[in-house]
């Protein structure tokens, strides 16, 4: 099994900078393919981004895309998600998911291991 810690997360101004880093555990790891998502109040988990094994195959949402950027370093067992132009809108618990696959998709379901979330809060 694996373990997944997420921390970076605060508040920012509209306009910064956060990165987030997914600190992994287990001997599966990896292997795993990487995604991040985001939950704000009321309303559902939504994919962020995601990496493959190799890091070769990268997946972003529209709404971050050119904003934010995904990377992997399997020798320190971190992911790590670096976002900047940040908007208010983009306010929410951030995870690190991982699922065992190196294939990256987009929905939540598929992804059997996660962290326990940071804040990330933007202010206008």
């Known amino acids: 099994q694996v373990q997944l810690v997420e921390s970076g997360g605060g508040l920012v101004q509209a306009g910064g900078s956060l990165r987030l880093s997914c600190a992994a555990s287990g001997r599966t790891f990896s292997r795993n393919a990487v995604g991040w998502f985001r939950q704000a109040p009321g309303k559902e988990k939504e994919f962020v981004a995601g990496?493959?094994?190799?890091?070769?195959?990268?997946d972003y949402s529209d709404s971050v895309k050119g904003r934010f950027t995904i990377s992997r370093d399997n020798t320190k067992n971190i992911v790590y998600l670096q976002m900047n132009s940040l908007k208010a809108e983009d306010t929410a618990v951030y995870y690190c998911?991982?699922?065992?696959?190196?294939?990256?998709?987009?929905?939540?379901?598929?992804?059997?291991?996660w962290g326990q979330g940071t804040q990330v809060t933007v202010s206008s």
């Open positions: 990496t493959s094994l190799s890091g070769a195959a990268i």
């Open positions: 998911a991982a699922r065992a696959t190196m294939m990256v998709v987009r929905s939540s379901g598929e992804y059997p291991y």
